[in-house]
Each structure stands twice: as structure tokens, then as C-alpha cells.
């Protein structure tokens, strides 16, 4: 990537999980971030040990390749603000996904949360599932 910036994000919210402690959240149950570069997608996916990040090449149509990485997935646009100042919150999905979309909000914990959230701030937004 040549230093251009993302003006906006995809960010997928998955239904179902494998990991047990996730049992008692409501509703979703991860999400992560997928940045377009026009040409190339940026995918951020904090997972459990680790944080995969994937570059996809070929400009195709991004909402639904996300979409078919994972079935009963939502994928919303979201565009890319600049938050400042500290923020604060234990490394998670949901931190990662409002720390690159710019959401400062230490009561978002959950997927579902940062979903309402979303709809919320960005009721222009594109959902697709």
C-alpha cells in the first residue's frame, strides 16, 4: 500500500462462535474490520491468540466477498472518523474494530452494542448480509 488512507470500512459482525465463554453474549458474537483501498482489501480479524491480517487483491465487489467468508455474517459501511485523545478498554474485537473506525466509548463491549451503536451514529450507512 502506497500511504493512501481508507475512507471507510466494512465491518462484519459473525453470528455464531466456537468459543465457549461466548455463550452467554446475546446476538452477535464477533466482528472484525475489513479496510478498502479500492483495489485491496485490508482485513483486521482479532482473534483469541492472535490478530490475522489479509490483503485481497482485485477490486471485486467487497461486501460480498465478506460477505461469503463466513455465511450468516452482516456486514456494515461504515465511514472512517478521526477519534483523539486517550482511549481506554481491554483488547478485544469490538476495541479493535472502534479504535480503527474512531468510536470512543468505553460502555461498548459487545458486538451487539457496537452494531446499535453503528445504526446509530451512521444511519446513512449500507448493510448488507
Known sequence: MTGNMA?????VF??????????????????????????RLLILNPMEART?????????????VLAELSPGTTVLKVPIC?????????????????????????????PRQLYRRILLDFPEGSEYK
Open 7 to 11: 475512507s471507510y470500512a466494512y465491518v
Open 14 to 39: 459473525v453470528q455464531s462462535s466456537n468459543l465457549r465463554y461466548l455463550r452467554w453474549i446475546r446476538g452477535f458474537k464477533h466482528c472484525y474490520v475489513a479496510l478498502d483501498f479500492g483495489p
Open 52 to 64: 490475522e491480517a489479509v490483503i485481497f487483491e482485485g477490486g471485486l465487489y467487497w461486501p460480498k
Open 82 to 110: 478521526e477519534a483523539r485523545g486517550f482511549s481506554f478498554g481491554i483488547f478485544s474485537c469490538v476495541e479493535l474494530v472502534k479504535r480503527v473506525i474512531g468510536i470512543k466509548n468505553w460502555r461498548i463491549i459487545t
